[in-house]
């Protein structure tokens, strides 16, 4: 049944929509006209007007689908997208008839919406959410406008969005829609083209809190050229320098293992995530945990840009700590991703020792005590 369903679903998609505009109104109406003053007085002028009004909407209709035919179309997302932050979506759109050039062609994104909440599940995350079964994909508000594709030309350009929300979205194909040639009716058709585009959550600037238990002075972590006495090994992580690797252990342990300096053990840092949301829980306490998630991602692209070790904790979450940008974008996928969960779910993790351990949380819903080894509380919202 779900397989007939989709069936249906793909031959309604391939079909012709055809909307007349204002101007194709006012001709239909003049052409009923003239139709209607023809056949009353028989006269063959009329009828000779008649005759060239029908031929120049079959005309219509004939060189719209001729310019609709053999396009292609597909979509080139930029590398990193951010909630509330305008970015370019690129469309390529390539005509594959041999001779035949293609006119006035409009391109728009077909984006599932996600339902506003999940039955049986705490509110929280909206775009994030997979689509259910029978969600409608709908066009985005931009378009791409293509005034002249050439015969086995391609062409490219983009139109700029802006997701409000973080999650995942997911975008089902392309509308191809085109008025020419004389603006009466606007014919458009569907083309499959899946693909699914990650919102991170909105990154601002912030300064991190210093480091628990620096009072005064020079912070020796922030000097460059020291490294410190050596503290220890460790197995590698990403952006590691390789000639600190330590072949001996590695060849004992059989995994790559790394030498680590005082300093570098002193510059570590987790951010623990407070996702937890009643399923009572009104949208302001939705808002306050987005921008919650907003400053831990905020927090963790700080650490990381000053070289510290970022460890990620969250319910029912954990991103192992790691340095560089391949990190940020572990923290920044993991919060893009992150649904909310009941009060009661622990964390996927305990806090470390010796770490620069910071808990955010929406204003409000911080915990009393201080759990232990986290260094302060950072409430947002």
């Known amino acids: 049944m779900a397989r007939l369903l989709d069936d249906l679903r793909r031959l309604l998609r391939r079909s012709r929509r055809l909307r007349s505009s204002r ?14 003053a023809a056949i009353n007085t028989g006269n063959n002028l009329l009828f000779l007007l008649l005759g060239w009004m029908c031929s120049v909407i079959v005309a219509s209709g004939v060189l719209s689908e001729l310019s609709l035919r053999g396009l292609s179309v597909s979509r080139q997302p930029p590398a990193r997208v951010f909630a509330g932050r305008p970015f370019l979506m690129g469309i390529a759109l390539k005509n594959q008839k ?7 062609i409009e391109i728009e994104d077909l984006v599932v919406t996600p ?7 705490p509110s929280g ?11 409608s994909a709908k066009p985005l508000d931009k378009k791409c406008y293509f005034l002249k594709i050439p015969a086995g030309r391609t062409q490219a350009t983009s139109y700029r969005h802006t997701f409000a929300r973080r999650g995942l979205y997911r975008f089902e194909g392309f509308r191809i829609a085109t008025k020419f040639p004389f603006a009466l009716f606007r014919k458009s058709r569907d083309a499959d083209h ?6 991170y959550p909105a990154v601002h600037p ?6 628990a238990g620096v009072h005064g ?4 972590r922030a000097r460059r050229g020291r490294r410190g006495e050596f503290f220890g090994l460790r197995e590698l992580r990403e952006g590691d320098d390789s000639r600190d690797i330590h072949w001996r252990s590695t060849a004992h342990k059989g995994r790559l293992m790394v030498r680590e300096y005082e300093e570098e053990a002193q510059r570590r840092a987790a951010v623990l995530i407070d996702n937890a949301l009643p399923a009572d829980a009104a949208p302001a306490a939705e808002e ?18 000053r070289g510290y070790a970022v460890r990620l904790l969250a319910r029912g979450a954990v991103v192992p700590a790691g340095v560089g940008p391949v990190q940020l974008t572990r923290i920044l996928r993991t919060l893009a991703l992150l649904e909310t969960v009941c009060p009661g779910t622990p964390f996927a993790g305990a806090p470390e020792p010796g770490v620069e351990n910071l808990l955010v949380a929406r204003r409000g819903q911080a915990p009393r005590e201080r759990p232990a080894h986290v260094a302060r509380v950072v409430e947002a919202g």
Not at 206 to 211: C, G, I, L, R, T
Not at 217 to 220: C, E, F, L, V
């Open 23 to 36: 101007e194709g109104k006012y001709f239909i109406a003049i052409t009923i006209g003239v139709g209607l």
């Open 217 to 220: 002075g020079d912070d020796a």
């Open 288 to 305: 306050a945990l987005e921008r919650a998630i907003s400053m831990a991602a905020s927090l963790a692209a700080s650490y990381l840009s």
């Open 125 to 135: 995350l909206r775009a994030g959410f997979p689509p259910v079964m029978g969600a």
């Open 98 to 104: 041999r001779r035949l050039p293609s006119f006035s």
């Open 206 to 211: 912030v300064a991190p809190p210093p480091p």
């Open 115 to 121: 339902p506003k909440s999940l039955p049986g599940s």
């Open 194 to 199: 899946g693909g699914e585009l990650i919102v």
